[in-house]
C-alpha cells in the first residue's frame, strides 16, 4: 500500500476493533488521527498521527500502533495510604 485514505485506514482500525476518529487543535489548526475504543466504562484514545501525514502511514505500521498495550490509570498504581501516628480525631483508645 503506497499511500493510506482515510478509508482504508477506518477499515484497518474496525477490523482491530478500535472506531477512526479526527481530532482538530485550534491552537495548532491541524487535524489529527485517533483510534477509540471502549474498555468497560471508559473510553481509551490512542493517537495514531496528524491527518496530514496519514497517507505516509503504512498498515503495518497502524496495527502495530493498535496493538501496542493499554496503560492502566496511574492512580491503578498506587497503594492505599496508611498513616503510622494515630489520629486524635479517630483515636479511642486512651478514653
Known amino acids: 500500500m503506497l499511500s493510506m485514505t482515510e478509508d482504508e ?11 477512526y476518529h479526527i481530532q482538530y487543535r485550534r491552537r495548532k489548526r491541524t487535524e489529527y488521527v485517533f483510534a477509540q475504543r471502549r ?9 495514531i498521527c496528524p491527518l496530514l501525514k496519514l497517507p ?18 496511574s492512580s491503578a498504581k498506587r497503594e492505599p495510604e ?14
Do not use: F, H
Not at 9 to 19: D, Q
Not at 84 to 94: A, Q, W, Y
Open 56 to 73: 505516509e502511514l503504512t498498515e503495518d505500521q497502524l496495527v502495530e500502533i493498535l496493538a501496542r498495550p493499554i496503560k492502566k490509570p
Open 9 to 19: 485506514a477506518r477499515a484497518i482500525m474496525k477490523s482491530n476493533k478500535w472506531t
Open 82 to 95: 496508611v498513616s503510622d501516628t494515630p489520629d486524635p480525631l479517630t483515636n479511642t483508645d486512651e478514653m
Open 39 to 47: 474498555q468497560g466504562k471508559r473510553k481509551i484514545e490512542r493517537y
